[in-house]
């Protein structure tokens, strides 16, 4: 009953967004549809520097999206992380974490609060437009540990090329000068670059470049103790075995391996190591 209220009350929201110009009062509309629905907590503000909409909780920034939505909440935002990305392994205090294709920073927030605030967060993000968001929230969540890199991490250091769409999620770097340049880096060059000695959590999402990821992390793969990467076989015609090729590399350097088989084509492109020690 309460879903079907809510799918009636978005319907009735959608309308009236439709019709609704000002961006404030779009924000200050769904605000209150999603104090009344959601958490007394939650609020939507409109930042007119993006033309988009930050969602909060308690204060605290969770994301920006182009429209917005009042079914969001930090608790639904942090379950959702640990049902995909750290289902396998939860950082821990102090925790030196790799975020690789850290989009807009939707794990950002949940890294930094289960290191305690004392770990190390390298968040490496190649579009331009998403690693601009990512540093805007952390200035405004005072996330003062995560080192936010405007790098693609690839199989040799070169300059690459990144073809950037309205959908953040499916940004995707290439070596055929199409579209932005960006600076292109191995996994290895990077961890030597940072000293970085001990990788307690490798979060990947690169959007179809875990091949050529793969070719530049062969010191980095040793200093790695959890591993959770999406494998975008979905996005390409041709049989790639991304996931197939990155389940052989990580057993190969003594990674116990774990599936998804929940029949969702995203989520089941999750794989998940654990380095045997």
């Not at 959890?226 to 075995?241: G, M, P, T």
């Amino acid at each position: 009953m309460k879903n079907m209220l809510k799918k009636g009350i978005a319907g009735g929201l959608n309308i009236i967004m439709f019709f609704l110009r000002n961006k404030k009062k779009k924000a200050s509309l769904m605000e209150f549809a999603s104090k009344i629905l959601m958490n007394k907590t939650n609020e939507v503000e409109y930042d007119p520097d993006y033309d988009m909409y930050w969602l909060k909780d308690n204060g605290e920034y969770l994301y920006i999206v182009p429209k917005p939505y009042f079914n969001f909440s930090k608790d639904k935002l942090f379950a959702s992380i640990e049902r995909i990305a750290c289902q396998y392994y939860i950082p821990k205090k102090g925790d030196v974490i790799l975020d690789i294709g850290a989009g807009i920073g939707t794990e950002t927030l949940y890294f930094y609060e289960k290191t305690a605030h004392q770990g190390q967060i390298y968040s490496v993000e190649a579009s331009a437009a998403s690693h601009s968001r990512l540093e805007s929230l952390c200035k405004k969540n005072k996330i003062d540990i995560s080192e936010n890199l405007h790098l693609a991490i690839t199989d040799s250091n070169q300059k690459v090329w990144i073809e950037e769409s309205d959908t953040y999620q499916v940004d995707a770097v290439n070596k055929e000068a199409k579209g932005i340049a960006v600076d292109g880096v191995t996994l290895d060059h990077l961890i030597t670059e940072r000293n970085i000695h001990t990788i307690d959590f490798l979060k990947v999402n690169i959007e179809g470049s875990e091949l050529q990821m793969i070719e530049g992390m062969q010191k980095a793969i040793k200093i790695t103790k959890n591993i959770a990467v999406s494998c975008h076989d979905f996005l390409f015609d041709d049989q790639r075995n991304i996931k197939q090729t990155m389940a052989e590399f990580l057993e190969n350097n003594g990674f116990l391996v774990t599936y998804n088989t929940t029949g969702h084509e995203v989520v089941d492109s999750w794989i998940y190591g654990t380095q045997q020690v």
